[in-house]
């Protein structure tokens, strides 16, 4: 099965993409024959940023994002990135800038399109 899993909301202040960082992290721990893709739109693309210092004990998207990145994909939006100011040599090891005409293929490609 392809799941497409599309984030939207910034790593921190709100828990709408923790909350999908971590049904992504199940769905690629529980099951192996899935092809999971997370595509990181809007403030979400900081989701990926390497180098994140969280407190001990508080959760981090950049190590929530690391077993899908082994395993899926994780898609950050280019004209989001930029925006931000964000290059890719600030993403984190594995994340790819994309674009929304990727976007585009892998939602007409997916079994399921989960949007948080």
């Known amino acids: 099965m392809k799941i497409l899993m599309i984030l939207n909301d910034p790593p921190y202040g ?14 690629i721990t529980k099951s192996e024959d899935t092809d999971l893709t ?19 004990g508080y959760y981090n998207t950049e190590r929530m994002l690391k ?24 993403m984190m090891e594995g994340a790819k ?3 929304l005409q990727e976007l585009m293929e892998l939602t007409l490609a997916a079994d399921k399109v ?3």
Not at 40 to 54: H, I
Not at 67 to 90: F, I, N
């Open 14 to 27: 709100s828990e709408r993409s923790y909350n999908g960082l971590r049904l992504a992290g199940s769905i």
């Open 38 to 56: 997370v595509f990181l739109m809007g403030d979400a693309v900081a989701c990926a940023k390497a180098g994140q210092k969280t407190p001990n």
């Open 67 to 90: 077993p899908v990145v082994g395993r899926g994909a994780v898609l950050l939006c280019g004209s989001c990135m930029d925006a931000r100011g964000l290059t890719e040599a600030e």
């Open 97 to 99: 800038r994309s674009t």
């Open 114 to 116: 989960i949007v948080f």
